[in-house]
């Protein structure tokens, strides 16, 4: 090179020569592509939400109970001897100001099976002494996985009771679980269903 020599920009040789720039219509469809399967993954991932939630996780065990929807409720809203009884709910608490079991409360709850303990704080969407009582806990922001929580007293007969123990769970996790759920979850609702008809029924044994 002379010192008139210039440098060419797009020389191979020259270390500070500049890459030519794709031409903007390959710029253009390489944004499109992108843009594309961004909007089919965002596509993909609402439809298999609203699948989830609409094909709901549901478990149910029911119980016959001597004894009448006022003792079974004495029992399952006795919080506090949970503990002594309860193979499936180990803990649980009313967190709300004043600690008063009604809808709008929020409660921390304990829960036992196969794979260990579990923590979470529902909030009451029902509770009539004597009929029903309903919460709904959530993981996460609500579309991960959501489990309502239900138990419901009907009088089947002159002192009998059926006791039903349910819970539907929607959320994007949820059909992973499925298996879990109905393998580890289901017996502890019937085990907690047996536990609290022995608990009832002793209320009217007058020997305790």
């Known amino acids: ?22 031409p903007a219509p390959r710029r253009r469809r390489r944004r499109h592509r992108l843009l594309a399967a961004l909007s089919a993954l965002v596509v993909l991932v609402a439809g298999y ?15 016959e109970i001597r004894a009448t929807p006022e003792q079974v409720w004495q029992v399952l809203a006795d919080f506090d ?33 196969d794979s260990g303990d579990m923590t979470f704080t529902p909030q009451v969407q029902a509770a009539v002494p004597g009929k029903e009582l309903r919460w709904l806990g959530r993981m996460g922001p609500g579309w991960i996985a959501d489990g309502q929580h239900r138990f419901t007293i009907e009088r089947t007969g002159p002192g009998r ?8 769970f929607t959320g994007i996790a949820v059909p ?33």
């Open 81 to 113: 001897a949970y503990p002594d009884w309860n193979p499936f709910m180990t803990s649980a608490r009313v967190t709300s100001p004043g600690a008063r079991l009604a809808e709008g409360a929020r409660m921390r709850i304990v829960l036992h099976d």
């Open 176 to 208: 992973f679980a499925q298996g879990t759920l109905k393998s580890d979850t289901l017996p502890q609702f019937r085990a907690m269903n047996a536990a609290l008809a022995r608990e009832a029924e002793r209320l009217d044994d007058p020997e305790g």
């Open 1 to 22: 090179m002379t010192g008139t020599d210039t440098l060419d920009p797009l020389d191979p040789l020259d270390p500070t020569a500049a890459t030519p720039s794709p």
């Open 161 to 168: 009771v059926r006791l039903t123990q349910s819970e539907r």
């Open 49 to 63: 939400t609203v699948w989830a939630n609409v094909h709901a996780v549901r478990l149910t065990a029911s119980v």
